[in-house]
Protein backbone atom coordinates (compact mmCIF):
# COMPACT_ATOMS: atom_id res chain seq x y z
CA UNK A 1 0.00 0.00 0.00
CA UNK A 2 2.92 2.14 0.82
CA UNK A 3 3.91 1.34 -2.72
CA UNK A 4 1.50 2.30 -4.31
CA UNK A 5 0.54 5.50 -2.56
CA UNK A 6 4.08 6.76 -3.82
CA UNK A 7 3.64 5.89 -7.10
CA UNK A 8 0.42 7.45 -7.15
CA UNK A 9 2.43 10.88 -5.58
CA UNK A 10 5.08 10.11 -8.01
CA UNK A 11 2.65 10.12 -11.15
CA UNK A 12 0.52 13.24 -9.69
CA UNK A 13 4.07 14.66 -9.08
CA UNK A 14 4.79 14.59 -12.71
CA UNK A 15 1.27 15.46 -14.10
CA UNK A 16 1.92 18.65 -12.11
CA UNK A 17 5.25 19.06 -13.27
CA UNK A 18 4.49 18.52 -17.20
CA UNK A 19 1.12 21.09 -16.43
CA UNK A 20 3.46 23.65 -15.32
CA UNK A 21 5.99 23.47 -17.95
CA UNK A 22 3.21 23.63 -20.44
CA UNK A 23 1.82 26.69 -19.16
CA UNK A 24 5.36 28.21 -19.09
CA UNK A 25 5.97 27.31 -22.54
CA UNK A 26 2.46 28.46 -23.75
CA UNK A 27 3.33 32.32 -21.82
CA UNK A 28 6.54 32.78 -23.64
CA UNK A 29 4.85 31.99 -26.98
CA UNK A 30 2.54 34.60 -25.58
CA UNK A 31 4.93 37.03 -24.75
CA UNK A 32 7.42 36.55 -28.12
CA UNK A 33 3.85 37.03 -30.01
CA UNK A 34 2.99 40.01 -27.91
CA UNK A 35 6.47 41.48 -28.54
CA UNK A 36 6.12 41.20 -31.74
CA UNK A 37 3.03 42.85 -32.50
CA UNK A 38 4.10 45.91 -30.48
CA UNK A 39 7.79 46.52 -32.01
CA UNK A 40 5.78 45.97 -35.72
CA UNK A 41 4.24 49.16 -35.31
CA UNK A 42 7.05 51.79 -34.56
CA UNK A 43 9.27 49.96 -37.16
CA UNK A 44 6.76 50.16 -39.51
CA UNK A 45 6.22 53.97 -38.36
CA UNK A 46 9.80 54.72 -39.07
CA UNK A 47 10.14 52.82 -42.25
CA UNK A 48 7.67 54.66 -43.71
CA UNK A 49 8.70 58.19 -42.58
CA UNK A 50 12.13 57.92 -43.41
CA UNK A 51 11.26 56.59 -47.10
CA UNK A 52 9.03 59.02 -47.75
CA UNK A 53 11.54 61.94 -46.83
CA UNK A 54 14.20 60.13 -48.97
CA UNK A 55 12.21 59.41 -52.19
CA UNK A 56 10.39 62.93 -51.86
CA UNK A 57 13.86 64.96 -50.96
CA UNK A 58 13.18 68.74 -51.79
CA UNK A 59 9.81 68.43 -52.73
CA UNK A 60 8.27 67.64 -49.85
CA UNK A 61 6.59 70.67 -47.85
CA UNK A 62 8.84 72.29 -44.46
CA UNK A 63 5.65 71.35 -41.87
CA UNK A 64 4.99 67.96 -43.72
CA UNK A 65 8.94 67.33 -43.62
CA UNK A 66 9.11 68.28 -39.54
CA UNK A 67 6.42 66.03 -38.74
CA UNK A 68 7.60 62.83 -40.22
CA UNK A 69 11.02 63.76 -38.72
CA UNK A 70 9.86 64.24 -35.21
CA UNK A 71 7.72 60.80 -35.91
CA UNK A 72 10.84 59.00 -36.51
CA UNK A 73 12.37 60.78 -33.18
CA UNK A 74 9.19 59.19 -31.18
CA UNK A 75 9.12 55.84 -32.31
CA UNK A 76 12.55 55.75 -32.05
CA UNK A 77 12.31 57.03 -28.15
CA UNK A 78 9.29 54.86 -27.43
CA UNK A 79 11.42 51.79 -29.26
CA UNK A 80 14.30 52.55 -26.47
CA UNK A 81 12.05 52.39 -23.75
CA UNK A 82 10.53 49.63 -24.92
CA UNK A 83 13.82 47.68 -25.06
CA UNK A 84 15.26 48.85 -21.66
CA UNK A 85 11.94 47.92 -19.86
CA UNK A 86 12.12 44.72 -21.04
CA UNK A 87 15.42 43.95 -20.41
CA UNK A 88 14.71 45.14 -16.91
CA UNK A 89 11.55 42.98 -16.31
CA UNK A 90 13.86 40.10 -17.48
CA UNK A 91 16.23 40.95 -15.28
CA UNK A 92 14.00 40.93 -12.54
CA UNK A 93 12.58 37.84 -13.62
CA UNK A 94 15.31 35.80 -13.70
CA UNK A 95 17.08 36.82 -10.41
CA UNK A 96 19.97 38.48 -11.91
CA UNK A 97 18.28 42.22 -11.01
CA UNK A 98 18.05 42.57 -7.48
CA UNK A 99 15.68 45.89 -6.71
CA UNK A 100 17.92 48.02 -4.64
CA UNK A 101 15.25 50.24 -2.49
CA UNK A 102 16.05 53.62 -0.99
CA UNK A 103 13.76 55.86 0.78
CA UNK A 104 12.34 58.45 -1.95
CA UNK A 105 9.95 60.73 -1.89
CA UNK A 106 6.59 59.60 -3.15
CA UNK A 107 5.47 63.01 -5.05
CA UNK A 108 9.06 63.66 -6.14
CA UNK A 109 8.86 60.99 -8.25
CA UNK A 110 5.25 61.87 -9.35
CA UNK A 111 7.07 65.14 -10.52
CA UNK A 112 9.26 63.50 -12.70
CA UNK A 113 7.20 60.98 -13.70
CA UNK A 114 5.01 63.68 -14.72
CA UNK A 115 7.43 66.03 -16.44
CA UNK A 116 8.39 62.85 -18.61
CA UNK A 117 4.86 62.70 -19.84
CA UNK A 118 3.99 66.13 -20.73
CA UNK A 119 7.25 66.58 -23.17
CA UNK A 120 6.06 63.42 -25.04
CA UNK A 121 2.85 64.72 -24.62
CA UNK A 122 2.12 68.64 -24.38
CA UNK A 123 -1.53 69.23 -24.83
CA UNK A 124 -2.64 66.42 -21.55
CA UNK A 125 -4.00 67.59 -18.79
CA UNK A 126 -3.15 65.66 -15.64
CA UNK A 127 -4.05 66.40 -12.25
CA UNK A 128 -1.74 65.47 -9.26
CA UNK A 129 -3.14 64.46 -5.88
CA UNK A 130 -0.68 64.19 -3.04
CA UNK A 131 -0.60 64.10 1.09
CA UNK A 132 0.35 67.30 2.77
CA UNK A 133 3.20 65.55 4.71
CA UNK A 134 6.52 63.95 3.00
CA UNK A 135 5.98 60.37 2.45
CA UNK A 136 9.22 58.64 1.75
CA UNK A 137 8.72 54.86 0.54
CA UNK A 138 11.79 52.65 0.08
CA UNK A 139 11.77 52.11 -3.80
CA UNK A 140 14.09 51.63 -6.54
CA UNK A 141 12.69 55.22 -7.96
CA UNK A 142 13.91 55.02 -11.44
CA UNK A 143 11.56 51.71 -11.88
CA UNK A 144 8.75 52.72 -9.68
CA UNK A 145 9.30 55.96 -12.07
CA UNK A 146 8.81 53.88 -15.14
CA UNK A 147 6.04 52.05 -13.78
CA UNK A 148 4.05 55.51 -13.26
CA UNK A 149 4.91 56.66 -17.27
CA UNK A 150 3.61 53.53 -18.75
CA UNK A 151 0.33 54.14 -17.02
CA UNK A 152 0.04 57.53 -17.69
CA UNK A 153 0.69 57.07 -20.87
CA UNK A 154 -1.82 54.63 -21.29
CA UNK A 155 -4.40 56.47 -19.46
CA UNK A 156 -3.69 59.20 -22.35
CA UNK A 157 -4.08 57.15 -25.01
CA UNK A 158 -7.25 55.62 -23.83
CA UNK A 159 -8.92 58.87 -23.41
CA UNK A 160 -10.23 61.56 -25.55
CA UNK A 161 -8.62 64.49 -26.28
CA UNK A 162 -8.00 67.02 -23.38
CA UNK A 163 -9.46 64.46 -21.37
CA UNK A 164 -8.47 64.75 -17.19
CA UNK A 165 -5.91 62.17 -16.09
CA UNK A 166 -5.58 62.51 -12.26
CA UNK A 167 -2.88 60.69 -10.22
CA UNK A 168 -3.33 60.40 -6.88
CA UNK A 169 -0.68 59.49 -3.56
CA UNK A 170 -2.01 58.41 -0.23
CA UNK A 171 -1.26 56.86 2.59
CA UNK A 172 -3.36 53.58 3.69
CA UNK A 173 -1.60 52.14 7.07
CA UNK A 174 1.62 50.92 6.11
CA UNK A 175 1.57 51.00 2.83
CA UNK A 176 1.65 53.84 -0.13
CA UNK A 177 -1.54 53.62 -2.77
CA UNK A 178 -0.92 55.35 -6.34
CA UNK A 179 -3.68 55.42 -8.19
CA UNK A 180 -3.94 56.89 -12.23
CA UNK A 181 -7.74 57.46 -13.14
CA UNK A 182 -8.93 58.22 -16.67
CA UNK A 183 -12.06 58.89 -18.06
CA UNK A 184 -12.10 56.82 -21.18
CA UNK A 185 -14.03 53.69 -22.18
CA UNK A 186 -12.92 51.41 -19.61
CA UNK A 187 -11.81 47.58 -20.42
CA UNK A 188 -13.93 45.32 -20.90
CA UNK A 189 -15.01 42.64 -18.44
CA UNK A 190 -14.03 39.87 -20.39
CA UNK A 191 -10.24 41.30 -20.52
CA UNK A 192 -9.68 42.04 -16.94
CA UNK A 193 -8.55 38.40 -15.67
CA UNK A 194 -5.93 38.56 -18.47
CA UNK A 195 -5.09 42.37 -18.18
CA UNK A 196 -1.34 41.12 -16.93
CA UNK A 197 -1.05 38.11 -18.22
CA UNK A 198 1.38 38.88 -21.12
CA UNK A 199 -1.54 40.06 -23.68
CA UNK A 200 -3.69 37.48 -25.49
CA UNK A 201 -6.94 36.34 -23.95
CA UNK A 202 -8.33 33.21 -24.04
CA UNK A 203 -9.69 33.95 -27.60
CA UNK A 204 -5.83 34.42 -28.44
CA UNK A 205 -6.26 38.12 -29.46
CA UNK A 206 -4.02 41.26 -28.25
CA UNK A 207 -5.69 42.91 -25.41
CA UNK A 208 -5.43 46.26 -27.09
CA UNK A 209 -4.48 47.12 -30.73
CA UNK A 210 -2.66 50.28 -29.13
CA UNK A 211 1.27 50.00 -28.44
CA UNK A 212 2.35 49.87 -25.41
CA UNK A 213 -0.53 48.31 -23.65
CA UNK A 214 -0.08 45.13 -22.89
CA UNK A 215 3.92 44.53 -22.48
CA UNK A 216 3.79 47.96 -20.55
CA UNK A 217 1.15 46.33 -18.03
CA UNK A 218 3.19 43.15 -17.52
CA UNK A 219 6.18 45.01 -16.65
CA UNK A 220 4.65 47.57 -14.53
CA UNK A 221 3.06 43.78 -12.50
CA UNK A 222 6.42 42.78 -12.49
CA UNK A 223 8.09 45.90 -10.71
CA UNK A 224 5.76 46.56 -8.65
CA UNK A 225 5.71 42.71 -7.75
CA UNK A 226 9.67 42.81 -7.44
CA UNK A 227 8.63 45.75 -4.46
CA UNK A 228 6.41 43.22 -2.94
CA UNK A 229 3.37 45.47 -3.89
CA UNK A 230 0.68 44.52 -5.68
CA UNK A 231 -0.71 45.91 -9.06
CA UNK A 232 -4.17 45.82 -9.92
CA UNK A 233 -7.09 47.75 -12.39
CA UNK A 234 -11.04 48.52 -11.70
CA UNK A 235 -13.46 50.08 -14.30
CA UNK A 236 -15.47 53.38 -12.94
CA UNK A 237 -18.94 53.52 -12.37
CA UNK A 238 -19.04 57.06 -14.68
CA UNK A 239 -16.95 55.51 -17.12
CA UNK A 240 -12.71 55.06 -17.57
CA UNK A 241 -10.34 52.87 -15.52
CA UNK A 242 -8.49 53.02 -12.43
CA UNK A 243 -4.87 51.47 -12.27
CA UNK A 244 -3.77 51.23 -8.42
CA UNK A 245 -0.31 50.34 -7.02
CA UNK A 246 0.83 49.62 -3.37
CA UNK A 247 3.77 49.67 -1.88
CA UNK A 248 5.18 48.77 1.68
CA UNK A 249 6.59 51.64 3.63
CA UNK A 250 8.81 49.70 5.41
CA UNK A 251 11.99 47.31 3.79
CA UNK A 252 14.54 49.61 2.96
CA UNK A 253 16.92 47.68 4.61
Not at 23 to 47: C, F, Q, V, W
Not at 91 to 117: Q, S, Y
Not at 141 to 151: D, E, H, K, W, Y
Request: hydrophobic letters at 40%; glycine letters at 8%; a negative charge.
Amino acid sequence: MVAMALERQRLSDEQRNILVETEKEKMRSNLLRAISHDLRTPLTGILGASSAILENEGSLDADINRQLIVNIREDSQWLIRMVENLLSVTRIKEGTMNVTKTLEAGEEIIADAVGRIRVRYPGSNIRVKVPDELLEIPMDGTLIAQVIINLLENAIKHSAEDSLVEINLKKQGNQAVFEVLDNGQGIPEEEMPYLFEGYLSKENKPLDSSRGMGIGLSICKTIVNAHQGNLEAENRKDGGTIFRFTLPLKGSE
